[in-house]
């Protein structure tokens, strides 16, 4: 029996999609879900992968806590379905560390006390490693100018910028 | 989200077989805009047709002397590409005025001309909206306007176009070029996006059964004297209340050649041929440019809250075209108008 949702367009009733087969690199661990079309690659990290490190704010592209590396840019999660992204390469926060030493961003966040309620760090970790690959942000305007899709509202600008800073001289502008 | 079907797209050919045979299915490429839209149940698609994949990712020199941008190539290697930087600085500029770096990632040049306003209520649905919903009428002309358009509004839609790009696109007279079922055509950058009248529910001439394959962009870049200067209520991130693409070619002080488009303001990015035949032949001056933003505004009309921009837009075009002149492009990370 074909099933049907509730949502009709054009008057005729669309029938549920079939699940696709999705194969993914997600911190360097190669993975096949089985997701709907309208699953986002951040649902997909959070409720099929158990990587919840990837957070959910607005979940419309507004906040940038959803921020992961796809192919090693940054992106919004919140606004990529998972279809789209088979054969991608995903980094999270949980993949920055490396055989249990922190990646320099998150020592400098820490050094620099660069968050309170921690909720968008995750996302604005990610976001800095995005950054210093692209390697376009020098002074502190251009940081703040290129970070200003992650939104923190515990207001720990300042901190984050300094972290960024430290990281970045750390790492010589590479990832 | 809505319930939807998916289907990827193998080549442009496939792309236009695919919409051609189903009304209610929408391309799909950065999906910045559709997805969201589809979250907040504004927008419907019965399918998304995926055309992620297709070639249409190269920046490539034309034998005019121009740039044809594949309408995939995403907004930030757009803004980041060396030809586009030197070239074309405007444009560069603008792309980088607008949304975040991730959003920039993702966007594509030819999604970025399609994205819809963001007027409050073309988003809420629980109110009317003539361009969400035909004919059930405009909740913004009575409502809160503040970020409504001043230029070109109907009484049946004061939304604006919410792009930074396709003002200085608008500026540089680029053209767009799309494939459907009986070939390619090409269509004038002014002629792409429409102005509401009655049909607001429509923001461009494109047809259903097309698709857009690439930007062209002419010969002349105006690489010298620019500038972008983008007004919104914060630095960053935010979409423009209003903003100005200012360029000039000039013979010592005198304008020879000057475009001028506004974003922020109205329902496509708007030009006024009467403000820059104003410009061409006049010293570069305060009095040329303060006479050139009076003409612009000339027929300018505000609603409850958004009077303010009349003026805010008078004096954007002052600075910016000062700033073009003196070869002093406003910057994106120093946020300082001087």
Known sequence: MVQTSTAKRSGNPIPVPHKISVAITVNGVETTLEVAPWTTLLDALRDHLNLTGTKKGCDHGQCGAC????????????????????GAKVT????????????????AFIDHDAFQCGYCTPGQICSAAGLIAEGKAKSADEIRELMSGNICRCGAYPNIVAAIQQAMGKMGGTP | MINFQYARADDVADAVRRIAADPTA????????????????????????????????????????????????????LAWHPLIERRYPLLSSAILAGASQQLRNMASTGGNLLQ???????????????????????????GINRISAILGTS??????????????????????????????????FNDFHRLPGNTPH???????????????????????????????????????????????ELEGDTIRQARLA???????????????????GQPASQATFTHAADLLLRDAKGFTHNTFKIELARRSIVRALTQAAQATPQSQSDKKIR
């Open chain 2, 202 to 248: 429509l923001d461009t001439n494109l047809q259903p059964n097309e698709i857009v394959i690439a930007v062209e962009l002419p010969a002349q870049g105006f690489a010298k004297n620019y500038s972008y200067l983008k007004i919104r209520d914060r630095l960053s991130y935010a979409f423009a209340l209003v903003s100005v693409a200012a360029a000039l």
């Open chain 2, 155 to 188: 009484e049946a839609c004061i939304a604006t176009h919410p792009s930074d790009m396709c003002v200085a696109l608008a500026a540089l007279e680029a053209r767009v070029h799309v494939a459907g079922p009986k070939g390619e055509r090409v269509i004038a």
């Open chain 1, 67 to 86: 921020t992961v590396l796809v192919d090693g840019r940054r992106i919004n999660s919140c606004l990529t379905l998972a279809v789209m992204k088979d």
């Open chain 1, 92 to 107: 999270t926060i949980e993949g920055l560390a490396t055989e249990g030493a922190l990646h320099l961003l998150q020592q």
């Open chain 2, 262 to 280: 506004l974003g922020g303001v109205a329902h496509k990015p708007w030009r006024d041929a009467a403000a820059e035949a104003a410009l061409r």
């Open chain 2, 26 to 77: 929408k391309f799909v490429a950065g999906g910045t805009n559709l997805i969201d839209l589809m979250k907040e149940d504004v927008e419907r698609p019965s399918r998304l047709i995926d055309i992620s994949r297709l070639p249409l990712k190269s920046v490539e020199e034309t034998s005019d002397g121009g740039l044809r941008i594949g309408a995939l190539v995403p907004n930030s290697d």
């Open chain 2, 116 to 142: 819809r306003t963001r007027c409050f209520y073309f988003y809420d649905t629980a109110t009317p909206c003539n361009k969400r919903k035909p004919g059930s009428g405009c909740s913004a002309i009575d």
